[in-house]
């Protein structure tokens, strides 16, 4: 598992170069950053982990996954080719203090550097992973309570929405099941409120709000962004359970809009990483840093998943 270093930051800045705008990459390969195992139920099968449905979510769209250790990135090595797109899970995790906040945030510097010289670097977060986002921009945690457990919602678009990229390749008929249907599955507690986010300058100026939800206790949070500048994407909903997540107490939208829209949102992000060229320069060693290297767990009779990859 491919791992990176704060003494480290600079020089694998530096072997990062910028991808000639005509150039695709056809072998995209997404950064998947493990999070620290909380449930005591899961501990006796590693220390971190990350859910099979984030992982068959990319594979879907047409990428490949390397798990990101996020909690031995002090110790080990790093290659700038896996370095140039990455998903933040959700989870449980504190936001400032936990291995998972920590090494998302020297990910998350390493991206800015990135995408300022012309180097395409693309993070998307889902759920906590979204809600890590507005915290690194912000540079505090502005979450508030905003209850919406184990609940399905359509999108409340926002005039932004339009002429966002994250959207720009669904159809009309689509967009308008996603404003209609309950087809974004929620599983959170806290939230960023649309009145936080506004009176937050960094915020405000850093992501565009593509879409408003209200929790169960009448809050209104900010459900979809994108950046406005750097191709950063959150959602605080998780597109990934409508294909990959089956387990009948749980709302996970099975409808053909419901798959559809999981199905565009994966291709975008996975898109997002062919436009950049890096790529490991010996087929063996990306081989031995691929997720097929780990076998995923069965453990549908004690979690919401049908299965997870430990390390």
């Not at 989870?91 to 990135?114: E, M, N, P, W």
């Not at 005039?159 to 974004?184: G, N, Y």
């Not at 767990?297 to 919401?304: E, H, K, R």
Request: charged share 20%; net charge negative; with cysteine.
């Amino acid at each position: 598992m491919l791992c990176v270093s704060a003494i480290l930051f600079a020089s694998i800045f530096r072997e990062c170069s910028a991808r000639p705008d005509k150039l695709v990459n056809n072998r995209p390969i997404i950064g998947i950053l493990t999070q620290e195992v909380q449930d005591p139920d899961m501990k006796p099968y590693g220390r971190t982990y990350i859910p099979s449905s984030y992982v068959k979510y990319i594979e879907s769209g047409g990428g490949r996954v390397i798990p990101i250790s996020s909690v031995e990135f002090l110790n080990g090595r790093c290659l700038c080719s896996l370095f140039d797109r990455l998903l933040l899970i959700g989870g449980t995790v504190d936001l400032q203090t936990s291995d998972f906040a920590h090494a998302a945030k020297i990910y998350f510097r390493l991206a800015l550097k990135a995408n300022d010289v012309g180097d395409y670097f693309p993070i998307w977060g889902t759920c906590l992973g979204f809600q890590l986002l507005t915290v690194l921009v912000a540079e505090e945690n502005l979450l508030s309570k905003t209850p919406a457990e184990n609940i399905s919602l359509p999108l409340n678009f926002t005039s932004e929405a339009a002429s966002s990229r994250m959207f720009e390749a669904f159809p009309p008929e689509l967009l308008t099941a996603l404003s209609q249907e309950a087809l974004a599955a929620n599983f959170h507690h806290f939230g960023v409120t649309d009145q936080m986010f506004m009176r937050n300058e960094k915020l405000r100026s850093f992501f565009s709000v593509l879409s408003l939800n209200k929790a169960e206790n009448g809050v209104v949070f900010v459900s979809t962004m994108e950046g406005r500048k750097y191709p950063f994407y959150g959602v605080q909903w998780h597109p990934e359970v409508n294909r990959f997540q089956w387990n009948p107490l749980y709302s996970f939208p099975h409808s053909r809009n419901a798959e559809r829209m999981s199905s565009l949102l994966a291709e975008f992000f996975v898109n997002e990483g062919r436009r950049s060229s890096h790529h490991f320069i010996q087929a063996e060693e990306e081989s031995k840093e691929l997720i097929y290297n780990y076998n995923p767990l069965y453990v549908a009779n004690f979690t919401s998943y049908e299965q997870i990859y430990f390390f």
